[in-house]
């Protein structure tokens, strides 16, 4: 039992920057990793395109890249985020 525990928290030791890192940043991979499984299955589901134009095509209708979007990009950090939300809140209010 000691050494589940202390295998434990070596791995917690281990990756204490990049917990923190996560903890303090709004940054995440999520959004990146889902684009690609999305890209993998349109080209799964096409069993092969005549040529690269097309594929290239289809993926960007399927994610609707061919409009310009003026979207507000996210704050960095957790702290810039409450603090953009309180200005709104003081503005509307």
Excluded: W
Aim: hydrophobic share 25%.
């Amino acid at each position: 039992m000691k050494r589940y525990i202390r295998t434990t928290f070596q791995t917690l030791n281990k990756y204490l920057d990049s917990i923190e890192n996560s903890c303090k940043y709004t940054l995440s991979n999520g959004h990146l990793e889902g684009i690609n499984n999305k890209i993998k299955t349109v080209k799964r589901s096409g069993y092969g395109y005549r040529n690269f134009n097309h594929l290239r095509a289809r993926i960007l209708i399927s994610f609707k890249l061919t409009e310009k979007t003026d979207k507000e990009s996210r704050p960095l950090t957790f702290i810039e985020e409450k603090e953009i939300e309180k200005q709104r809140t003081m503005k509307s209010a």
